[in-house]
């Protein structure tokens, strides 16, 4: 089974932005059915952490070959399944003008992320 994964808001998911980024990790193995809802699975090392038993709604039927897996490998997940970025350098910043303010927007380079996938976020200031 794959097991969701989920960031928190405004973040990259393995180096891809949004809708694109991968949902799931895995494929794990399930141990044991726990109840009518809830199946054990078996977990790697780095993740002891996690609690094994999941709800169904946090799992997904594996259809692909095992050897193709979404590894969670260098992020440091929490025990809810998410996980932080952090702004490493901000490479751009512009100014936009509207009525009664002016926003700053800031092009940040996150951790773990390449320039390609710096994103623009804003700051209003009014005057």
């Not at 932005?17 to 809802?37: C, D, F």
């Not at 929490?78 to 350098?89: G, I, N, T």
């Amino acid at each position: 089974m794959y097991l969701k994964v989920s960031p928190m808001k405004g973040v990259n998911r393995f180096g891809v932005k949004r809708k694109l980024a991968p949902r799931y990790v895995g494929p794990y193995q399930i141990i044991e059915k726990s109840s009518k809802v809830a199946y054990k699975v078996q977990l790697p090392p780095e993740m002891r952490a996690i609690f094994p038993v999941f709800h169904v709604s946090q799992l997904k039927k594996c259809l692909r070959v095992p050897e193709e897996r979404v590894e969670a490998g260098g992020l440091k997940l929490q025990s809810d399944l998410s996980y932080e970025e952090k702004p490493v350098q901000v490479l751009d910043v512009k100014e936009r003008v509207t009525r009664g303010r002016v926003i700053k927007l800031f092009r940040v380079l996150w951790n773990r992320q390449s320039e390609r996938y710096a994103t623009w976020k804003g700051k209003t200031i009014y005057k």
